[in-house]
């Protein structure tokens, strides 16, 4: 587990949203536990091939998935105290470079380790503004995994604000991540780093 936990940080530490005239808005209102099902459902569809028509469904199937993703406030809450020191175009092209890296990093390697387990889900519930959908998988190699999926709601819609999984914050995580590179570095330097990971990415 602490070997597949060193792996998500990794995918998910240079990761995520696409630029904005590529989304395609969906206003369904699926429910917490719909939205989430949708995500997974078409993260479940990305294959791992090069094959140009291959790479336009994956795209396709992407960016639906990321419409379930609350990228803004992920990005914010990710970036932390750090946040408010950055201009306007300073947050939107980290926006758009995580959303990116969602895209092109995070979701391929979710799609590989969800690709054939059963998706057991628990008791929807609400935290605060939130609503929990709480998930179980039992993978060959990892035994039962418990995730919950956070979401709140705008605009009539349902979108994921964090992932935990086995305790694990994604949202916190990143921070963590980030905080480091800022630190040391500056916020440059980390922008830098997601690029370099998403040009890896697009090879």
Do not use: C
């Amino acid at each position: 587990m602490k070997k597949f936990l060193s792996t998500i940080s990794l995918v998910v530490l240079m990761v995520v949203i696409v630029v904005p005239k590529l989304v395609f808005a969906v206003s369904l209102d699926r429910g917490p536990q719909g939205s989430v099902e949708y995500l997974l459902g078409e993260i479940r569809q990305i294959k791992a091939d090069k094959n140009q028509t291959i790479k336009a469904e994956n795209q396709k199937h992407s960016q639906l998935a990321l419409s379930q993703l609350n990228v803004a406030q992920i990005s914010k809450k990710a970036l932390g105290k750090y946040w408010s020191q950055r201009s306007d175009s300073e947050k939107k092209m980290f926006q758009n470079l995580l959303g990116e890296l969602f895209i092109h990093v995070a979701f391929p390697s979710s799609a590989k380790f969800f690709a054939e387990l059963d998706l057991i889900y628990g008791k929807t519930k609400a935290e605060k503004q939130r609503m929990v959908v709480p998930l179980t998988v039992v993978h060959e190699k990892e035994g039962e995994v418990g995730i919950d999926f956070r979401l709140t709601q705008t605009k009539g819609q349902w979108q994921v604000v964090d992932v935990v999984l086995d305790g694990v914050s994604m949202r916190n995580n990143l921070r963590n991540q980030f905080y480091k590179v800022i630190s040391k570095k500056d916020f440059n330097q980390l922008t830098r780093k997601m690029e370099k990971k998403l040009k890896a990415a697009k090879r």
